[in-house]
């Protein structure tokens, strides 16, 4: 069976950070440092290659990349 | 009206001079605004009283610094990026009969057809700008640059790089930082223009991606970390900036890594390594960094000095010697005669940067006080930041000391993988075992996703010291 959307940020967040890191759904991305500012924007292609969403600049300022559970509501098209 | 100002006529008034995000100013309306607000300056305020220009790359900043040549004030860049009580030391330094504007004051006042008289005009011999850098004293330190450094600079910096007439210029720097003198000077000089990335693209890497997207840059001026950071955009490419062919580099070293990626992105583009101090006016020598360069240099080389100035190494420190060379720090005569001596044109500047000339190139070697003394070793930090920056799959390395007590008592090295690879800070440790002596060795190697940098684009080495110094959270077993 195919990795959960989770699973499969989760895995490439720990690829971008190239460490092995333990944070939780809700942890903030940037501001933990988990995934620094500058490669958001892999993350950003990430999301859009495998399910096919495309975020704006807007969706960054209003948060819609900030955490995994974020993220996954965002794939949803959940509102923020 | 002669040199600099003459050069800046010469534009075609409906040329387009500057661009921010919606808004746009032809070089006639920066001819115009700025004669009406040096009208208006050249009436209020002593002559060599500084004109302080706020704000964050607005089109009135460029119509401010214009204004005050031409009222014949010495103009003090401040970004609002900067921190308050930086701002505040600065504004102590310009005196109580400095001017302060900010963009909203300078559309106010620069209206109307008024025209300073043209004697008022500033004279090569005075001071043009004063550029504040960081001094190790914490205080910063006001550098006066006057008319003729800035020419001089602008003619040969215009006639080394193929920046030809009328072309649009990344300006990434904020004003307060001299890398962006070079920008702004070159696109004004020629009749170009200023195409202004702000911070809040710069912390947004979609917005970031739009705004080059639109750009349609032909010269890029930036530190080398932005280029980096720029580089880890996929679209960063011809085929977004198809006519983007000249990369002008400054203000950190430039890795060979980095021109590799830029010629792969941008077939055909020209890049350029430059090197000088704020104090020699934003940079005193230039190479062309071509594929012959890449195959021979390992670490890159400066290039080769202006031809009326002399670079020379003395007891392993680089000096300047030449016409770019500034008057010395506002208001700081002892600190001035430290490190510069002599008159212009043949002023001199010891500039606390290590290097060595190898086969009649010039190289940096780090700063000199990033050389520290580690159980009696002289150990240089960007040497061993080199060697880590060497291994397989690391992309960038920084090294600092770890003090406790005011003693270095071991090395930290901070290190940033390649795209894709996975790097361990203790297989890192056993790699540099083959290339270090054991003295050398970092104790604490951190992997990181990314360096943080600071508001003028350069890697933010106080903000990592402050982790190495913030009390220690127990990794996880």
């Known amino acids: ?80 | 009206m002669t040199g600099l100002l003459a050069r800046i006529a010469e534009a075609d008034p409906d040329a387009l001079a500057h661009e921010h995000r919606a808004r746009r100013m032809t070089h006639g309306e920066l001819a115009t605004r700025s004669d009406a607000l040096a009208a208006a300056l050249a009436r209020s305020g002593q002559r060599g009283a500084p004109v302080v220009v706020r704000g964050h790359k607005q089109a009135e900043m460029l119509v401010g610094f214009v204004a005050a040549i031409k009222a014949g004030r010495p103009y003090v860049p401040i970004d609002d990026g900067l921190p308050a009580a930086r701002v505040e030391s600065i504004l102590r330094r310009c005196g109580d009969g400095a001017t302060v504007l900010g963009p909203d004051d300078i559309a106010t006042l620069a209206v109307g057809d008024a025209r300073p008289p043209a004697s008022a005009a500033l004279r090569p011999d005075e001071t043009v700008y004063i550029m504040f850098t960081s001094g190790s004293t914490g205080e910063p330190k006001g550098v006066e640059i006057s008319l003729a450094n800035l020419a001089g600079f602008v003619d040969w910096a215009a006639a080394v790089h193929p920046v030809g007439r009328g072309r649009r210029f990344l300006n990434q720097a904020p004003f307060s930082f001299d890398l962006s003198v070079m920008d702004l000077y070159l696109a004004l000089a020629t009749g170009g223009a200023l195409v202004c990335i702000d911070r809040a693209m710069i912390e947004n890497p979609l917005e970031l991606r739009a705004a080059l997207a639109t750009a349609d840059l032909e010269v890029w001026v930036s530190t080398p970390s932005f280029a980096e950071m720029c580089l880890r955009d996929r679209t960063f490419s011809a085929a977004r900036l198809p006519r983007l062919d000249t990369f002008l580099f400054c203000g950190e070293t430039l890795t060979p890594a980095c021109v590799r990626g830029l010629h792969a992105r941008f077939p055909g583009a020209r890049v350029y390594n430059l090197y000088g101090p704020t104090e020699a006016t934003v940079a005193v020598t230039s190479v062309l960094v071509d594929d012959a360069m890449l195959a021979r240099w390992p670490v890159l080389p400066l290039g080769r000095p202006r031809p009326d100035t002399r670079v020379f190494i003395d007891d392993g420190e680089i000096v300047i010697e030449g016409p770019s060379v500034s008057p010395g720090y506002r208001g700081a005569p002892e600190l001035t005669a430290r490190v510069f001596a002599g008159d212009p044109p043949r002023r001199r500047y010891r500039t606390g940067d290590a290097g060595h000339v190898e086969d009649g190139e010039l190289f940096f070697d780090g700063r000199i006080d990033h050389q520290i003394k580690l159980f009696g070793h002289r150990i240089e930090l960007d040497d061993i930041a080199a060697n880590i920056a060497a291994l397989a799959d690391v992309e960038q390395a920084v090294v600092l000391p770890v003090v406790r007590d005011g003693r270095c008592e071991a090395l930290a090295a901070f290190v940033v993988a390649r795209d894709g690879a996975t790097l361990d800070g203790e297989a890192l440790r056993e790699q540099l075992r083959a290339r270090l002596p054991a003295y050398m060795l970092p104790r604490d190697v951190h992997v990181l996703a990314g360096l943080p940098m600071t508001v003028n684009g350069k890697i933010d080495r106080g903000q990592l010291a402050a982790r190495l110094s913030a009390p220690r959270v127990a990794p996880a077993q």
Do not use: C, K, W
């Not at chain 1, 993350?43 to 948060?63: C, K, Q, S, W």
């Open chain 1, 1 to 80: 069976m195919p990795d959960s959307p989770r699973d499969q940020i989760h895995r490439f967040i720990v690829e971008l950070a190239g460490e092995e890191l333990s944070f939780g759904d809700d942890d903030n991305l940037v501001e933990r440092g988990l995934v620094q500012s500058i490669r958001l924007l892999e993350l950003v292609d990430f999301v859009a290659d495998r399910f096919g969403v495309e975020a704006t600049a807007d969706d960054i300022y209003r948060g819609r990349f900030a955490s995994v559970s974020a993220i996954l509501r965002f794939i949803a098209g959940d509102p923020a």
